[in-house]
């Protein structure tokens, strides 16, 4: 498992990262369910974990340290994978609760590795009281929060370019 971490060349920019290794995510039915339930503002669940992916591998490149980037995207494009409105009212407890329900829908639909399975499980640390136990769950944990507040005060991060992603895989 940590035999698969690595820097990503500098050629690559982190939108062709996340396309390149989330690209069974991002074109599979089940994923594209997501595009069906809002997750802050008028972004999408799908265009959320779209752009918590692609801060995930900025963020992540910005430390100069190794990461199994497969892992960290995989799991940064599943970590919401909920598959609810979570705005409906008999969803009250959604802040504690979707990680571990992410989790069991990933599993369910998805081969998931330990590294993946904590990313989901652990991004809504602090609130959920285990810490993230790997680097690249506390990255897309970060990276989750930067991009849920720029959504929520309505300046989505990466809109464009998120669009070009997921445009690839309609």
């Known amino acids: 498992m940590r035999n698969n971490r690595k820097r990503i060349s500098r050629k690559t920019t982190n939108q062709h990262a996340v396309a390149h290794y989330g690209a069974d995510i991002l074109c599979s039915k089940e994923h594209k369910r997501c595009d069906k339930f809002i997750q802050h503002g008028d972004t999408t669940v799908r265009k959320h974990t779209t752009s918590v992916a692609c801060m995930a591998v900025a963020i992540a490149r910005k430390t100069h340290l190794k990461f199994d980037y497969q892992a960290m995207i995989r799991g940064a494009l599943l970590h919401d994978y909920f598959l609810y409105d979570w705005h409906e009212p008999h969803h009250g407890l959604h802040g504690y ?3 571990s329900l992410a989790l069991k829908n990933a ?9 993946e399975a904590d990313v989901i499980k652990k991004h809504m640390w602090p609130l959920n009281i285990k810490p993230p136990r790997y680097r690249e769950a506390m990255i897309v944990t970060i990276a989750d929060k930067i991009c849920s507040a720029k959504e ?3 300046k989505p991060i990466y809109n464009k370019k ?3 992603i997921l ?3 309609k």
């Open 162 to 164: 998120v669009e070009e």
């Open 167 to 169: 445009n690839e895989y």
């Open 97 to 99: 609760t979707h990680a």
């Open 152 to 154: 929520v005060f309505g």
């Open 107 to 115: 599993a369910q639909d998805f081969a998931i590795s330990p590294i």
